[in-house]
């Protein structure tokens, strides 16, 4: 089959790999449909996170379901199914609070630019869809492997309710989900910071009532003129950098709450600026599997439109494209078809 290796920081390479082989009962071989490229693979690419070896990419999935193992119940051959890119069994102490990101058996999926990919934990991963879906809906599910859950989780750890004041830090494919996810949680307002026209648009599109084009101590003096001179109630850190961390928490009001979802990356919070600033956190890699049900119906029924995202489409065979593209912000997020 094709698929995708990193060999070294810029080099990405489409190639002929042995199909994935069951390895255990509660796997499952998936045919892609289609497969992305993440915000979170460019920072091997671009050598930030060492490439010790060549491995393969890509954590982001929708297929069809070509063979299950004997111990799988959940799905079957031939159906439609999105998962998460942190594997779950879906059924251990972990995973019934709600926290399958977290599951005891979770293994993060690896290997998903490729023409097949093999899922572990395939009966508390998988989701299928009721049917076909139509291909106008497949670009939207396809965010639901990460960016959508992760900006839904995003909205829901930073505790948004109906009629809150919502800021969303990062202007990324993850931060324009994020706005999406604070317009469903009934969010009046819904601050963007994003310094890019073309980001500010979608945001708007999927429900900003604001944007702030500043960074820093600007930026935060913004926020506190849209916001009586406290700070929102709600802010969606979707970057992961010491910078955007810092944004987000002088950007909450005393009693409000930061969902942190970017991977960090050089982040330190000081201990005694967290003490006085009564804001709560809570962070992490999303359990997207708890809302796939939710979002899957939100998709389905034209709810949501998160599949926007998506500005370029490429055969798999140009996956390189698709990397330098985003690499050189010319694209937000790239969708490969095999
Ligand atoms: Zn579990």
Redesign the pocket.
Known sequence: MRGTIIHAPGDIRSEQLPDPTMTAGTDAIIRTVATCVCGSDLWPYRGIEPVDHPHPMGHEYVGVVEEVGDQVTTVRPGQFVIGSFAT????????RNGY?SA????EFMSTCQAEYVRIPNAD?TLVATDGEPDPAHVPSLLTLSDVMGTGWYAAVAAEVRPGATAVVVGDGAVGLCAVIAARELGAERIIAMSRHADRQELATAFGATDIVSERGKDGVARIKDLTEGIGADSVLECVGTGESMTQALRSTRPGGNVGFVGVPHGVEIAGDRLFFSHVGLRGGPAPVRRFLPDLIDRVMTGGIDPGRVFDLTLPLAEVAEGYRAMDERRAIKALLRP
């Open positions: 779950s069994d879906n059924t251990c102490a972990n995973c399958q599951c005891v058996r979770r508390g």
